[in-house]
T-cell receptor, first 113, second 116 residues
Framework: GDSVTQMEGPVTLSEEAFLTINCTYT??????LFWYVQYPGEGLQLLLK?????DKGSNKGFEATYRKETTSFHLEKGSVQVSDSAVYFC????????????FGKGITLSVRP | GAGVSQTPSNKVTEKGKYVELRCDPI?????LYWYRQSLGQGPEFLIY????????DSGLPNDRFFAVRPEGSVSTLKIQRTERGDSAVYLC??????????????FGPGTRLTVL
């Protein structure tokens, strides 16, 4: 079945550091890929998405590129802020009528001033 | 417009009891999903409704779990004979149409269920 693997956490960075959070997936067909974020005390929110190979999703300075050849969707940001401290989840969704999201375990990011 | 709402926000019950968790999706969203998030894990799919019918219930762990959406709007997740292993945050999400992978799922704040 479909699965998503995220790098182990937690991750602690200083403000303005470069961020990479790794995500790889296993799926049949051509899934859509997502990054969700959960800020402290809030619900899950969509951060960015990519629906086909080589697409780049971007939002709030974060980027991720759908790499079919390496089955990866790594999340990057050039300069993190304290306000980026949150839990980040990579997820996939199968094409067509297969509508459920399959999530990775999530990784906690803490950014210190 | 209001987002997805879930009630109660917290529920504490005793082993063996019955519980109901409610989800109010975004108005007009025909697709509704339930997920369960255990501590330190990502959300796991339970069931998906398209309108009033359950289009995919493959994630329900056993027959103690049941969900309904009788009028195609509000949904209730029902858990019978609760067990300590059922303790988790139960998340509800809705989207405009569940048949396309392009449609965003909007999540509610969740119900934290604790079974003592």
């Amino acid at each position: 079945g479909d699965s998503v693997t995220q790098m182990e956490g937690p991750v602690t960075l200083s403000e303005e550091a470069f961020l990479t959070i790794n995500c790889t997936y296993t799926a049949t067909g051509y899934p859509s890929l997502f990054w969700y974020v959960q800020y402290p005390g809030e619900g899950l929110q969509l951060l960015l998405k990519a629906t086909k190979a080589d697409d780049k999703g971007s939002n709030k300075g974060f980027e991720a590129t759908y790499r079919k050849e390496t089955t990866s969707f790594h999340l990057e940001k050039g300069s993190v802020q304290v306000s980026d401290s949150a839990v980040y989840f990579c997820a996939l969704r199968g094409p067509g009528a297969n509508s459920k999201l399959t999530f990775g375990k999530g990784i906690t990011l803490s950014v210190r001033p | 417009g209001a987002g997805v709402s879930q009630t109660p926000s917290n529920k504490v019950t005793e082993k063996g009891k019955y519980v109901e968790l409610r989800c109010d999706p975004i108005s007009g969203h025909t697709a509704l999903y339930w997920y369960r998030q255990s501590l330190g894990q990502g959300p796991e799919f339970l069931i998906y409704f398209q309108g009033t019918g359950a289009a995919d219930d493959s994630g329900l762990p056993n027959d103690r779990f049941f969900a309904v959406r009788p009028e195609g709007s509000v949904s209730t997740l029902k858990i019978q004979r609760t067990e300590r292993g059922d303790s988790a945050v139960y998340l509800c999400a809705s989207s405009t149409d569940g048949t396309s992978s392009y449609n965003e799922q909007f999540f509610g704040p969740g119900t934290r269920l604790t079974v003592l």
